[in-house]
């Protein structure tokens, strides 16, 4: 998919540090330099991303920390995304095929699921890596950090060659959706990201990918007000502001 930004540099405000900027951008295929539109920096504590350029909003990293696990919409066993994905009927092999800024796959890993997070942004999956990092160090993430595997990929192709052995229970999708008119009240993570990696125009298509490889169900994360992505819904299940659409995947045994 495009990437909705045409310029993106690698850079750190710290000279010790521009080494390893170098190295993310040479397995990136991007630039070091501070010129750019969007920086992806390097600091000592973290990966982040931040527009440059006046009025601009301050940097976007993954903040594991700062998911919410503990209240009805986190990581609580009775709500909604832990019933959609059947936690109770005992689903525990996950792929996050829309891993983003990985605050779904997290709350799934919380729950006590193994999640593959799969992301085709590589600006994003170095950010992924960052933040398991750091996760992995800090006592009250490093277990739900242990069940999550990271995987640069279109999870389109990347579904459709996992053989029998390989296929997961369910595929959770979260396709980045239209704007919204009142893109003030977007939180800035997600107007960062969809600078960064456009609308996901082929969702369709995941979804038909993630039905032939899910051996359980697939879920499918919506705007509350918005339509089913496809026909063939077997179930929803309400959140706040989300709804989380359920279809059956190719064994049929949701
Ligand atoms: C709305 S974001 C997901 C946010 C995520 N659920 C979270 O909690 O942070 C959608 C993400 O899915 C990724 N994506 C969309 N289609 C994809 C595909 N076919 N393969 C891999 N990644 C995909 C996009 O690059 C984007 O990062």
């Not at 630039?31 to 000592?44: E, F």
């Amino acid at each position: 998919m495009p990437t909705a930004v045409s310029s993106i540099a690698v850079w750190s405000d710290d000279p010790r540090l521009r080494p390893c900027a170098e190295e993310i951008g040479s397995r990136l295929g991007l630039p070091l330099g501070d010129d750019a539109p969007v920086l992806l920096r390097v600091t000592p504590e973290r990966l982040e991303l931040v527009q440059t350029g006046e009025g601009a909003p301050g940097p976007v990293w993954i903040d594991l920390g700062a998911v919410d696990t503990r209240s009805a919409g986190g990581a609580r066993r009775d709500q909604p995304l832990s019933r959609a994905v059947g936690l109770r009927q005992g689903v525990r092999r996950v792929v996050d095929a829309t891993a983003g800024l990985l605050h779904d796959a997290f709350l799934l890993a919380s729950m006590g699921c193994e999640v593959v997070c799969v992301e085709r942004s590589g600006v994003l999956h170095e950010m992924q890596r960052d933040a398991l990092e750091r996760g992995a160090s800090d006592p009250a993430l490093a277990a739900a950090c242990a069940r999550m595997t990271l995987v640069r990929a279109d999870a389109r192709e990347w579904l459709g060659g996992l053989g029998a052995a390989a296929r997961p229970e369910a595929v959770y999708l979260d396709p980045m959706h239209p704007a919204r008119r009142k893109s003030a009240l977007v939180k800035k993570e997600m107007r960062l990201l969809r600078l960064l990696v456009g609308e996901d125009a082929d969702a369709q298509e995941l979804l038909a990918a993630a039905i032939g490889a899910a051996t359980r169900r697939v879920v499918v994360k919506r705007p509350g007000h918005a339509p089913a992505l496809a026909e063939g819904v077997v179930g929803s299940h309400k959140g706040r502001a989300v709804r989380y659409d359920v279809y059956s995947g190719r064994g049929g045994d949701v």
